[in-house]
């Protein structure tokens, strides 16, 4: 792969074909791209990076790289690495086409779900190549990652002349790059974090209601369960002549067993009461109805089946006025949302 133009060609590789790669942000996902690029041949030329925390990784993953200012990186690199916090992106794009950083030819990758390559716009009106590749996975900032990346998917999105260079680039990261088109880039990383992030919420509200069952160790029983019930519904996900997930679901919806989900309702309700855990009837509620809707629309179903499970499923009456519904496991509820905690690893949105 050779970029015309671009970059200081004393920091270029040796092997032809090959990048210098200036990290921006050697955060938890810049510093691990880095050393999994460096590990195929790409020279990294430079990194960016004030916290502790980025130098730790700087020094973990990346020893030996020089760490330099922004704008310094961007000057020497011809594959740039812009792995900042998806608000940081935009600002930082425009910011440093104001003091004409950007040069013709140079390679330029953010790595976020959120967005395509609209938000690299500035760098593009300067000559550069706008790349969007986002690793669908979630990062430790960790050498562990590297053999997460194998495998992985990754969803490119970029001009079509140049998709082939992210294409490229994620194959030989060991990946699997997955076409997303520009304007779907939102809805992608919506489902992602639908699928990512709300499965750990749905284990919190098992584990809770099981362990008020008395269940001394609610991830052991849950594990098998739930890894058989994952691997059948994602092996469903992937026919793409069927009816998908929904084909493997079991469990009183799929039965049409109304009476078993009352009772479970009554069940989540009184917990709720008990373990100020009203999220958790509300979860079952919803999620229960999309599967008794999925079902019917799969054939699953017969429609009076349905119909009287969702009757079963409405909602209750809304607590009188003033009252705040408690929140979960002993919390007052939500009132505001919580800081994130400094070093909680992110998701693969
Ligand atoms: N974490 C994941 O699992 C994951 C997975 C897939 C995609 N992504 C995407 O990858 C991108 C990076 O995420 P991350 O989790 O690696 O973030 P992170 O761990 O918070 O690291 C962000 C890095 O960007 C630097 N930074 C912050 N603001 C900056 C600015 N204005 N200018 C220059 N550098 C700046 C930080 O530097 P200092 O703190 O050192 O100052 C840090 O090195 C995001 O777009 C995210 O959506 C993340």
Do not use: K
């Not at 690029?37 to 130098?55: D, E, M, Q, T």
């Not at 990346?62 to 922004?70: A, D, I, K, Q, T």
């Not at 490229?168 to 779907?184: D, R, S």
Request: with cysteine.
């Amino acid at each position: 792969m050779t970029v015309p133009g671009a970059g200081d060609p004393a920091a270029r590789g040796t092997r032809p074909g090959r990048l210098g790669v200036g990290v921006v942000g050697a955060g938890r996902v810049g510093a691990v791209l880095g050393c999994a690029l460096r590990s195929v041949g790409h020279p990294v030329v430079a990194a960016s990076g004030i916290s502790a925390g980025s130098r730790d990784r700087i020094d973990a993953l990346l020893p030996g790289v020089p760490v330099l200012e922004v704008p310094d990186v961007v000057e020497r690199a011809e594959l740039i690495l812009l792995t900042v916090p998806d608000d940081a992106l935009a600002p930082l794009v425009a910011g440093l086409a104001e003091v004409r950083a950007w040069q013709p030819g140079q390679l330029v990758l953010h790595t976020s779900g959120r967005y395509g390559t609209a938000v690299l716009a500035p760098a593009r009106a300067a000559g550069a190549i706008p790349l969007a590749v986002h690793p669908a996975m979630t990062f430790t900032g960790t050498s562990l990652d590297l053999a997460r990346l194998v495998g992985c998917c990754f969803a490119v999105t970029a001009p079509a002349p140049v998709l082939p260079i992210a294409q490229a680039l994620v194959v030989e990261l060991g990946g699997e790059p997955v076409v997303v088109a520009e304007e779907a880039r939102p809805l992608y990383h919506a489902a992602l974090a639908h699928g990512a992030n709300h499965l750990v919420v749905l284990v919190a509200q098992a584990a809770q209601a099981l362990t008020a069952a008395g269940v001394e160790d609610p991830g052991r029983v849950l594990g098998p369960l739930l890894g058989a019930a994952l691997d059948g519904a994602l092996r469903a996900s992937s026919v793409t002549d069927g009816p998908g997930a929904i084909a493997t679901l079991t469990g009183p919806v799929a039965r049409g067993d109304v009476g078993t989900v009352v009772d479970h309702l009554a069940e989540l309700t009184a917990l709720a009461a008990r373990d100020a855990a009203l999220d958790v009837p509300e979860g079952y509620r919803a999620l229960a109805r999309s599967g008794t809707q999925r079902a019917l629309a799969a054939g699953r179903l017969r429609e009076d089946a349905a119909q009287a499970l969702l009757d079963a499923l409405t909602d209750p009456p809304p607590p009188p006025d003033g009252a705040r519904p408690p929140g979960p496991a002993g919390t007052p509820g939500p009132a505001s949302p919580p800081p994130r905690p400094p070093d909680t690893p992110e998701d693969p949105a």
